[in-house]
């Protein structure tokens, strides 16, 4: 793992968009995995800002998200579809074709196979996106946020790192860290989720932390040996894994400057 501290948000932010804009500009068709929640609203915004007036940014770029709310429709302000338009999809020149996020009513495969119940619908939509994923040639770099209790993507503590794409039901730490992204406070229940293997076969992998919240995670993640009770340990197993955390996130660990474990 190779660990980069930096300032403060703004400057997570801007490292973390210059990796993406990097990474697409030497490979204008790049796979990325995209995650969402607080963390990186900053490197979205970064990322708009470069793309804006330009010409060609993400026309040939796929992406496919990490994690959807189970029984919402993408139209729902909570959902992390309408989450993606807001703060990058609506703002960039890509190809709606090459966006790929959890249908979390698995409502194609329920209007191909009508007899399926939900939870099968939901079962043949996680097969659906690992295969996508194959079918994209793999992903070439996935951005990660971290849960406080370790979670990466929605892969609460306990999921095996060898998972693929899966429903899961979210804690009740994660549904109350979530709440106030739900205009009524009401959390779906569970969620589908990129797997600790989808994961771990992507070929970069950024994981970002920012702020005192996360600075227990942080430290866990720092010393822990690889351990399915904090998912993010999983990271422990991949060659080209890059900790991007600012000060604040940083505190605990026992020295805050180009850290590498
Ligand atoms: C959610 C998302 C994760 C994200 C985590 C941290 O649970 N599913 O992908 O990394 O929250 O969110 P935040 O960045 O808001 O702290």
Known sequence: MKWVVVEN????SATAARVLLDTIAKKPDAVLALPTGRTPEGMYANVVSACVGKGRCFRDVSTFNLDEYVGIPPE???SYFSYMKRHLFDHVDIDPEKVNIPDGLASRVRIEHPELSLDEALQVECAWYEENIRKAGGIDL????????????????????ESRTHVIRLSESTRIANADLFAD???PERAITMGIGTILDSRAIVLMASGSAKAAAVKTLAESNPDPGFPASGLKH?????VLVDSAASALLPSTSGKRH
Do not use: Q, S
């Not at 948000?9 to 997570?12: K, R, S």
């Not at 849960?147 to 999921?159: A, D, L, S, V, Y």
């Open 185 to 187: 406070g009401t959390v």
């Open 238 to 242: 991949h060659r080209d894994v890059t």
């Open 76 to 78: 729902h302000p909570g």
């Open 142 to 161: 996935t951005f990660l946020g971290l849960g406080r209790n370790g979670h990466i993507g929605f892969n609460e503590p306990g999921t095996a790192f």
């Open 9 to 12: 948000y703004a400057a997570l």
